[in-house]
């Protein structure tokens, strides 16, 4: 089965709270694959990019689990991002990113990638 694109609607942070944007629902009894590419910039000047790959899956109907250990994220930030933290994460049956960024700091993420199911 073919890999589709996504593009994930802007998700913004004001504080050092997660904000989870999700992506694609992991099928009953599958496999769910996310490559994604994120950048996130604030109004100061300050930008960060990376690049994360990580397989969740399903067993019958329970709740999805990533397999293995997730890959080293590929990551260029600016100093003033250094804080700032992004993971692949699971949200209910949901496998999306998870974005932290800092507080009193207005950050805006963008996301694309692909993504592959199977079932």
């Given at each position: 089965?073919?890999a589709n694109?996504?593009?994930?609607?802007?998700?913004?942070?004001?504080?050092?709270?997660?904000?989870?944007?999700?992506?694609?629902?992991?099928?009953?009894?599958?496999?769910?694959?996310?490559?994604?590419?994120?950048?996130?910039?604030?109004?100061?000047?300050?930008?960060?990019?990376?690049?994360?790959?990580?397989?969740?899956?399903?067993?019958g109907?329970?709740?999805?689990?990533?397999?293995?250990?997730?890959?080293?994220?590929?990551?260029?930030?600016?100093?003033?991002?250094?804080?700032?933290?992004?993971?692949?994460?699971?949200?209910?049956?949901?496998?999306?990113?998870?974005?932290?960024g800092?507080?009193?700091?207005?950050?805006?993420?963008?996301?694309?990638?692909?993504?592959?199911?199977?079932?």
């Open positions: 089965m073919p694109t996504f593009a994930l609607p802007q998700l913004t942070t004001t504080t050092a709270t997660p904000v989870f944007g999700g992506i694609l629902t992991v099928p009953a009894a599958g496999l769910a694959r996310l490559d994604v590419l994120v950048a996130a910039r604030a109004a100061s000047g300050d930008m960060s990019v990376w690049r994360l790959e990580r397989s969740a899956k399903r067993i109907t329970a709740a999805p689990v990533f397999i293995g250990t997730a890959p080293a994220a590929i990551r260029e930030n600016d100093v003033g991002a250094a804080a700032w933290a992004l993971v692949v994460a699971l949200s209910g049956n949901v496998i999306g990113i998870q974005a932290t800092a507080v009193g700091v207005t950050i805006f993420w963008r996301a694309t990638g692909r993504v592959l199911t199977t079932t």
